[in-house]
């Protein structure tokens, strides 16, 4: 008798009921995945996380009302770190997916992504523990691998460089960065120019990406 194979659990958080239903159906159509957990906000979630299995992957809507995408994905960081967050919006701005990961999220879909992307983006997310879709990758970190298993090129980062990547992971503006680090905005803006040529990125969650990857930054 062939022994069966064991699924990868899911659990959504989205406040749109028809979306979540549909998503949960598409989800369990996948051979190798489960959906165990669907809830309206992230308040539900961890209501039901603590009376239920913890799921493998948590998939989240980043604007969901009493508590957000932002909000679950830092206690779920924090309580179930083993969780792998796969941030879900119509949201494609820096800000945002720069807040989602730097809260936990390994991976982060648009809304409009197909089926396939879907399912590309949670077996990325067992096998590699990360995941951006093309889109996102493509408009905000160009020129930057997002394959965590693909080792970056030598590169020497001086410490002062190495602390202005570590305050571009915050939300603070540029501006905030240059008087934090006591510095005029032009040498700041140095920084980042001479970084963009340094990692081959082109945007600043390009070098958010390259902070977190090269462990310049903790989660």
């Not at 009376?51 to 679950?72: C, H, K, Q, R, Y």
């Not at 951006?132 to 970056?152: Q, T």
């Not at 680090?181 to 969650?205: E, G, I, Q």
Request: overall charge neutral; glycine content about 4%; proline content about 2%.
């Amino acid at each position: 008798m062939s022994k069966t194979r064991k699924k990868t659990t899911v659990a959504i958080a989205d406040d749109h009921g028809l979306l979540r239903t549909a998503l949960a159906r598409l989800v369990n159509s996948f051979e190798d995945y489960t959906v165990i957990i669907e809830a309206s906000n992230g308040k539900e979630l961890k209501a039901k996380l603590q009376e239920s299995i913890i799921p493998d992957i948590a998939m989240l809507d980043v604007n969901m009302p009493e508590m957000d995408g932002f909000a679950t994905a830092q206690w779920l960081n924090k309580n179930f770190p083993q969780v792998k967050i796969l941030g879900l919006s119509m949201l494609s701005d820096e800000k945002t997916i720069i807040k989602m990961f730097r809260l936990g999220a390994k991976g982060y879909l648009l809304k409009n992504t197909s089926p396939e992307e879907l399912q590309l983006a949670l077996t990325a997310l067992i096998n590699k523990n990360f995941y951006l879709s093309d889109y996102v990758s493509e408009k905000l970190v160009s020129g930057l691998s997002v394959d965590i298993d693909k080792e970056e090129k030598a590169v020497t980062i001086n410490e002062r460089e190495r602390e202005f990547l570590r305050l571009t992971c915050s939300e603070l503006s540029y501006k905030d960065i240059a008087a934090q680090m006591f510095l005029s905005t032009r040498t700041v803006d140095d920084y980042r120019a001479s970084l963009f040529a340094k990692l081959k990125v082109h945007s600043r969650v390009g070098l958010v990406m390259y902070a977190i990857k090269n462990g310049i930054v903790d989660l």
